[in-house]
């Protein structure tokens, strides 16, 4: 496992205390990050073992860590709203994503869901992924290079790391690809592409969705029931909340404020007709 720190890697500098402020730094031999407290030379950090304290020139001291998926998220460009960690570790837990699956999703956006998914499905995987705006797909690709390196592209195959394909185009409308294993739809009205995904996804295959409001979750449900009971069978609809706990000295106790409705999580399985037809 990698723990040194390598030239034009993406680390944290990260300031004392649970809550210390973090600057997010892509390393490069001769640069230097200046903030209040000072400058600290990349070369400095570059060779360190993760989880090490650098001075800067102030003296203000600074642990250097690679950022987890969901502090990345947090700091990187966004062009559209994201989804944030607590959300996308359900939805990779309820569409239970395996290493080697096929995925497809809609919106890219900004990426945040691409990147998670990247990851979970692994070298051997593919994530395939719609936006109707070319202009947020930019962001999301500058964005997953920036957390991955280079990622495999339909044309360009880098051996162990997943494939990517960003499409440009609208799920409403159809989905080329076949056999999906796993559709997850952040897109605002979901129930416009069942007819797709109908297409798309593979008997026993999970379609998740996930919107704000209750009525899109509703409007989605109806659909099904109405026009698409044989094709798809709802799982559940979940909302997941976060609250934090704060420990000084002998307090214990929750923050005012928690993490509660961000987004529901729709699940449903793709079935497959009876012979005849029923
Ligand atoms: C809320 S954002 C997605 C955010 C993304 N899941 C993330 O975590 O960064 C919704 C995206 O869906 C795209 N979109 C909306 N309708 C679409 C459609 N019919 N087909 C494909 N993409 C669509 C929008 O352009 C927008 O980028």
Redesign the pocket.
């Known amino acids: 496992m990698l723990t040194r720190i390598e030239s034009d890697e993406l680390v944290h500098l990260v300031e004392s205390g649970a809550k210390g402020r973090r600057y997010q730094v892509v390393l490069q031999p001769g640069s230097c990050f200046s903030f209040a407290h000072g400058v600290v030379a990349h070369d400095d950090v570059i060779g360190l073992e993760e989880g090490s304290t650098v001075n800067s020139s102030l003296g203000e001291q600074l642990v250097v860590l690679r950022p987890t998926l969901g502090e990345y998220i947090a700091k990187m460009r966004k062009?559209?709203?994201?989804?944030y960690a607590k959300d996308i570790a359900a939805i990779l837990s309820l569409a239970d994503i395996f290493p080697g699956a096929r995925v497809l999703?809609?919106?890219?956006?900004?990426?945040?869901?691409?990147i998670a998914l990247l990851r979970a499905v692994g070298s051997e995987g593919e994530v395939i992924s719609?936006?109707?705006?070319r202009e947020?797909q930019e962001i999301?690709e500058k964005n997953i290079e920036t957390f991955f390196g280079k990622v495999r592209s339909a044309a360009d195959a880098h051996a162990g790391k997943p494939r990517l394909i960003l499409k440009e185009?609208?799920?409403?409308e159809g989905i080329e690809e076949q056999g999906l294993d796993r559709v997850i739809l952040?897109?605002?009205e979901p129930w416009?592409?069942l007819h797709s995904v109908e297409q798309a996804l593979r008997g026993g295959g999970i379609l998740v969705c996930?919107n704000p409001t209750v009525l899109q979750i509703y409007k989605l449900s109806r659909r099904i029931e109405l026009r698409y009971g044989r094709s798809f069978r709802v799982m559940g609809i979940y909302e997941v909340g976060v609250r934090e706990w704060e420990i000084k000295g002998r307090s214990m106790r929750p923050q005012h404020r928690a993490i509660v409705h961000t987004g529901f999580i729709f699940v449903a399985r793709r079935l497959v007709p009876m012979r005849d037809g029923r």
Do not use: C, K, N, P
């Not at 999703?105 to 691409?114: D, K, N, R, Y």
């Not at 185009?169 to 409403?172: F, K, L, P, S």
């Open positions: 062009g559209s709203q994201i989804i999703e809609a919106g890219t956006g900004s990426g945040a869901l691409t719609y936006d109707t705006r947020f999301a185009g609208d799920v409403y952040d897109v605002s416009r592409a996930y």
